[in-house]
């Protein structure tokens, strides 16, 4: 399937599928997250097509929690991957179909378990023998039974960013690959617990295939051990991870050839797949609109300063990532070198650095590939109100969450009484 393309240039106007993204930043203001909902449905049915029937597509939620994000996808029938009580909240209230969410996390509370316990949801991706005994514990106060799968750390490298990389020994997430028959022998023999199936999630941003699939080697030669001790798994999830082209010529994997290839070794044993993709299915789908509110041009360098910030879209000050930066409507004439900065008081707070643009004040900026990891990990520092969030549908354009005003900021707090 080729993906849906959905921010194009049209007569020197970027649009945002066929609404012009001037328009939008008049209407909702800046800064602004602008989602495209055809590009979502695109993606997810890139997965959902090249999967069977018993298989799940878990879109993970952290990547972006927006409910009508998640509408969107739920009424694909998508299954979601949550890694708290309030990621499963969002799932009920958008619609989502419980018996089709994973539960991951190292810390979840028992108040979370006994909530995705009463809903009934598919699994929970179990990572250390102590959560199991937790689970347990809850699974018999409420006298049902806990499905689980265990998160295998796999220890090989997913050669992504540090801060992304999760499958390594180093890494807090999951039960070293040694460990896990111990674990699933434990499993067995609890009343309230079924050991159903096994995961792994090595990392995100990935742009090979091969550490994934050395992973999946490793974790089906444990579900064949595992056999030989009479415990049947059902499924293999093997997480999210696949990465998008932030840079040009960065080239991601083929979702269709990768799955292809894990769903053969799969089905070859008897076993259903789970995925759960976050970025690979809502970066693309999302940009970040921004407006130039002064420029500040010095001897060493020049910056212009724009009114998102690190609050708004945190991922260049927290891993130096790169994004794609284009003007809304591009000015002919000679272009100079821009560090795209916000007014946060921090030398971190950039968007974007040595950009060749041509800039004027008041300009319109759309940093690119923002729907993942982009509202979601937005603060208030420095007392600023979180961006609003549009989704444009066609030639339509729906606010899909207004923008915080300074008084809710307020609200919550009070002084000594
Ligand atoms: C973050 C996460 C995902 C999604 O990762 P992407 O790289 O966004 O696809 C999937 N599973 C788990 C357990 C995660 O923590």
């Not at 878990?58 to 009424?75: E, F, G, I």
């Not at 020994?169 to 159903?196: C, H, S, W």
Request: glycine content about 8%; charged content about 20%; overall charge negative.
């Amino acid at each position: 399937m080729t993906p849906f393309i959905p921010f194009l240039h049209d007569n020197n106007c970027l649009h945002a599928e066929q609404v012009p993204v001037e328009q939008l930043a008049e209407t909702f203001g800046t800064p602004l997250y602008v989602y495209s909902r055809q590009a979502l449905i695109s993606q997810y049915q890139r997965y959902q097509s090249a999967v069977s029937e018993q298989d799940m597509i878990c879109y993970a939620v952290k990547a972006n929690s927006n409910l009508a994000v998640l509408r969107t996808l739920a009424d694909q029938g998508a299954g979601f991957d949550i890694v708290s009580g309030g990621e499963l909240e969002r799932v009920l209230a958008a619609g989502g179909d419980p018996a089709r969410v994973v539960f991951s996390g190292v810390g979840k509370q028992p108040a979370e378990m006994q909530r995705a316990l009463e809903v009934g949801i598919h699994c929970f991706n179990v990572e250390s023998l102590r959560e199991l005994e937790q689970l347990q514990a809850v699974a018999a106060s409420l006298e049902t039974v806990a499905r689980v799968s265990l998160r295998v750390n796999p220890d090989v490298d997913a050669r992504t960013h540090p801060y992304i990389s999760t499958g390594l020994k180093a890494n807090k997430f999951g039960v070293p690959v040694e460990d896990a028959e111990t674990f699933y022998l434990q499993a067995r023999d609890m009343a309230f617990i079924e050991p159903v199936g096994v995961d792994c999630h090595i990392g995100s941003q990935l742009t090979e295939t091969e550490p994934l699939l050395e992973a999946l080697d490793s974790l089906l030669v444990l579900v064949g051990r595992l056999r030989t001790q009479g415990i049947e798994l059902v499924h293999v999830d093997m997480g999210g991870g696949l990465g998008v082209s932030y840079e040009e010529g960065e080239q991601p994997p083929d979702i269709e050839q990768y799955i292809a290839i894990v769903h053969d070794r799969l089905a070859a044993q008897g076993l259903h797949l789970i995925l759960e993709p976050g970025r690979s299915i809502v970066a693309d789908a999302g940009m970040f609109l921004t407006r130039v509110s002064l420029l500040k041009t010095g001897e060493e360098k020049n910056f212009a300063v724009v009114d998102g910030a690190m609050n708004d879209l945190l991922r260049p000050a927290l891993y130096g990532a790169w994004q794609r930066v284009v003007p809304v409507t591009p000015r002919p004439g000679k272009p100079a070198l821009w560090d795209i900065v916000g007014p946060i008081c921090e030398t971190g707070d950039f968007l974007a650095k040595d950009r060749e643009l041509v800039l004027a004040e008041g300009d319109l900026l759309a940093v690119m590939q923002a729907g993942a990891y982009g509202f979601v990990m937005s603060s208030n520092y420095n007392t600023r109100p979180r961006a609003a969030e549009v989704m444009v549908d066609g030639d339509k354009a729906h606010l899909v969450r207004r923008r915080e005003t300074l008084s809710e900021l307020l609200a919550a707090e009070q002084e000594l009484s």
